[in-house]
């Protein structure tokens, strides 16, 4: 009886020797994995990619390629370094089991420099994602990072966020309703519009600001035209938070009662949400036929 007591004894005594072992193992990865990353992330420290914190053949999981060895994970990351100012680099939450963690980062920051070949852009990005990751001996050994690139890029303004192409299309709807204030809700206060050249309304281009596209452009079609509708238009989302639209003009002026059918395409630019620039393109020699006539 003495000998089982001792047997349940000792097995509980070792149970709970190698559970606070297995735990204060994974403290301290997790410790050294965020204080490493803190370190170089935040305050640039790169000489941390070294043997000490990461084994000699680091893998970063990527497509299509990995990323194997310290050298080349360092020259990887140093494209966040050097590419990104006001770095903002935080570790949401982070747990971990046995030689695994796992953490929800945030990076903040402002592209201010070369990011794999990609130009500065001025933008600033604000991008969450997760990280899995395999310790070894107390280094990192493997990370596979996961994020949304799509919002990443559009972040950076080299695509166009999706948004844009709904608020193109709105401004077209709300125009052929005669909803000014609701086109106008769509461009910034100091957009920049420009008609095309030899286009009538060219002689007040650049259309800086609310008022001047209302009395410019917008009063001038509604006296001088008995109707100007856009039809069959498509849209196209572009790069750097550019939309492109094309369609027809189907208009009638009211001092010669010509009728005209013209192509058109305009480019709309983009910054937060608003508009802030706009280009016209137009078969000007049609539209200026039907006026003199």
């Known amino acids: 009886m003495k000998k089982s007591v001792y047997l349940v004894f000792f097995l509980f005594l070792f149970i709970t020797i190698s ?18 990353w803190n370190e170089i992330i935040n305050k640039g420290n790169v000489e941390l990619f070294n043997e000490s914190n990461f ?6 999981h990527m497509s299509p390629e990995n ?12 494209n966040y ?10 570790v949401v939450d982070v747990f971990g089991q046995g030689d695994k963690i796992v953490k929800h980062w945030n990076f903040k920051g402002t592209h201010t420099g070369n990011f794999f070949g990609i130009p500065p852009t001025g933008k600033t990005v604000n ?18 990072d996961f994020m949304d690139n ?12 999706p948004k844009n192409l709904s608020i193109v299309d709105q401004v077209y709807k709300s125009f052929a309703k005669g909803n000014v204030s609701a086109v106008l809700a769509a461009l910034d206060s100091n957009v920049v519009w420009n008609e095309a050249e030899n286009f009538p309304y060219a002689d007040g281009n650049p259309y800086k600001g609310h008022d001047a ?3 410019g452009i917008f009063a001038r079609l509604g006296s001088e035209w008995d109707y100007f509708n856009l039809a069959d238009i498509k849209l196209y989302e572009m790069s750097n938070d550019y939309i492109l639209s094309t369609g027809r003009y189907q208009a009638k002026y009211k001092k010669t009662g010509a009728v005209i059918d013209a192509q058109f395409a305009h480019l709309w630019k983009f910054e937060n949400g608003k508009v802030i620039s706009f280009q016209q393109y137009v078969d000007t020699k049609q539209v200026a036929n039907a006026v003199k006539k």
């Open 213 to 215: 596209v209302v009395n």
């Open 81 to 90: 370094l050097t590419g990104f100012s006001n770095i903002e680099f935080t």
């Open 127 to 144: 991008i969450d994602g997760t990280t899995l990751v395999k310790m070894r001996d107390g280094k990192i050994a493997e990370e596979r």
């Open 19 to 36: 559970c606070n072992n297995e735990s204060n193992k994974v403290a301290d990865n997790i410790k050294m994995y965020t204080n490493t």
């Open 67 to 78: 990323i194997v060895g310290i050298e080349n994970v360092k020259s990887f990351y140093n």
């Open 150 to 161: 799509m919002v990443f890029m559009q972040q950076l303004g080299l695509i166009s966020s």
């Open 55 to 60: 084994t000699t053949d680091i893998i970063l």
